[in-house]
Antibody, heavy 121, light 110 residues
Framework: EVQLVQSGGEVKKPGESLKISCKGSGYSFNGYWSAWVRQTPGKGLEWMGIIFPEDSRITYHPSFQGQVTISVDKSITTTYLQLTSLKASDTAIYYC??????????????WGQGTLVTVSS | EIVLTQYPGTLSLSPGERATLSCRASQSINGNYLAWHQQKPGQPPRLLIFGASNRATGIPDRFSGSGSGTDFILTISRLEPEDFAVYYCQQFYNSPPGFSFGQGTKLEIK
């Protein structure tokens, strides 16, 4: 069974940093792109970036380039999303999701449970 | 970046009725990369449809997708109580890889 299990919710102060994890299991982790998606009430779902664990290729959405860092540890089948210099506007639910493909048709087919990040002084 | 616009923003229907949700792209897209997700409160999104018209594993056949080019539709043939949720269309693009999402359609009980 494919599972993506994320780390727990966090409460942070403005200016602090945070690293969220997403552990994949039940599939060939290295061979699937893994995406990070932010969800806020005002802006809905926003794609932040995507990583290919096999060779650590990363693409960031231009809006998040330089603002976040995505990484992977293949030995423990886990991807990470690092946020720095947190602002109140970073308060959101952060999801990881797997990019699956069937017959050349690709979509985010499995999602983590989400990590709620609250930034407040 | 291709923008996906969903309409209506909110759809009020009763159980047993037929729901038609639309997703329009700002330019023509490859239907192989158009998906629909369902999200219920407090839960992550769940993949319903991929490749514009293919149901994901375990999705009931009352859900169907259609469309091509710039216009795509998600149809729920006969609404069940558990279908009331928010629905998002999502597009994947290559070179470099990335995504865009529609703003969502909230399907609520009338």
């Amino acid at each position: 069974e494919v599972q993506l299990v994320q780390s727990g919710g966090e409460v942070k102060k403005p200016g602090e940093s945070l690293k969220i994890s997403c552990k994949g299991s039940g599939y060939s982790f290295n061979g699937y792109w893994s995406a990070w998606v932010r969800q806020t009430p005002g802006k809905g779902l926003e794609w932040m970036g995507i990583i290919f664990p096999e060779d650590s290729r990363i693409t960031y959405h231009p809006s998040f380039q330089g603002q976040v860092t995505i990484s992977v540890d293949k030995s423990i089948t886990t991807t990470y999303l690092q946020l720095t210099s947190l602002k109140a506007s970073d308060t959101a639910i952060y999801y990881c999701a797997r990019l699956g493909a069937v017959g050349g048709k690709e979509a985010l087919d499995y999602w983590g449970q989400g990590t709620l990040v609250t930034v407040s002084s | 970046e291709i923008v996906l616009t969903q309409y209506p923003g909110t759809l009020s229907l009763s159980p047993g009725e037929r729901a038609t949700l639309s997703c329009r792209a700002s330019q023509s897209i490859n239907g192989n990369y158009l998906a629909w997700h369902q999200q219920k409160p407090g839960q992550p999104p769940r993949l319903l449809i991929f490749g514009a018209s293919n149901r994901a594993t375990g999705i009931p056949d009352r859900f169907s997708g259609s469309g091509s080019g710039t216009d795509f539709i998600l149809t729920i043939s006969r609404l069940e109580p558990e279908d009331f949720a928010v629905y998002y269309c999502q597009q994947f693009y290559n070179s470099p890889p990335g995504f865009s999402f529609g703003q969502g359609t909230k399907l609520e009980i009338k």
